[in-house]
């Protein structure tokens, strides 16, 4: 089964604080994905990477940062956080040749205060 | 503009009501339709992948169905244990990898 991990369950943070959100595959994947979720918003595309240090914008970028230094790894940065970001964020990953179901991970509950 | 909707946004069963969830769909080229279960605070976890008009797929108490302007997830004889939001999504053929959520269903079974 593929396994999709990320690194917290809830997450605490201070407005104006560098957060890291990371992920895991196990799946030799290539495609990895960062949504947030909102009551009432759906899911909205973050940022979304094809390959290893290949990076493409989603829907809603703006605040946000990644990395994608190994293939099973993609991290999510908050430069900056602010309260709009506080959001579930959640990251999935897809292979390829035909083969397009996005894996989700858990979920991280993100706070920022 | 590219748009996938949901209907209802909200559906209340009696155990064994069987009913059926709509997804529809205004796209320019359809590559995929994929459903997906969620359950509150946890990540939307993969159901079933339909490729063209009149694909079916099954699993336990659902069938998912695709005709070229929507699909529809039957439920038939739901548990409580189905109780969950469902949530589909379509891959479009301008699109290698991204996928358009539609704002889900939130259905609910009661014993």
């Known amino acids: 089964d593929v396994k999709v991990t990320q690194s917290s369950r809830y997450l605490v943070k201070r407005t104006g604080e560098k957060v890291f959100l990371e992920c895991v595959q196990d799946?030799?994947?290539?495609?990895m994905f960062w949504y947030r979720q909102d009551p009432g918003l759906g899911l909205r595309l973050i940022y979304f990477?094809?390959?290893?240090?290949?990076?493409e914008k989603g829907d809603i970028p703006e605040g946000y940062s990644v990395s994608r230094e190994k293939k099973e790894r993609f991290s999510l940065i908050l430069e900056s956080a602010s309260t709009n970001q506080t959001s579930m964020y959640l990251c999935?990953?897809?292979?390829?040749?035909?083969?397009?179901?996005?894996?989700f991970g858990p979920g991280t509950r993100l706070t920022v205060l | 503009e590219d748009q996938v909707t949901q209907s209802p946004e909200a559906l209340r069963l009696q155990e064994g009501e069987s009913s059926s969830l709509n997804c529809s769909y205004t796209v320019s080229g359809l590559r995929g339709l994929f459903w997906y279960r969620q359950d509150p605070g946890k990540g939307p976890e993969f159901l079933f992948t339909l490729y063209s008009a009149g694909e079916e797929k099954e699993k336990e108490r659902l069938k998912a169905t695709l005709t070229k302007k929507e699909s529809f997830l039957h439920i038939t004889a739901p548990k409580p244990e189905d109780s969950a939001t469902y949530l589909c999504?379509?891959?479009?053929?301008?699109?290698?990898?991204?996928?358009?959520f539609g704002s889900g269903t939130q259905l609910t079974v009661l014993p």
């Open positions: 999935a990953s897809s292979g390829s040749g035909g083969y397009n179901e996005q894996f």
């Open positions: 799946m030799d994947h290539e495609n």
């Open positions: 990477s094809y390959d290893v240090k290949m990076k």
């Open positions: 999504a379509v891959l479009l053929s301008g699109s290698a990898r991204q996928l358009t």
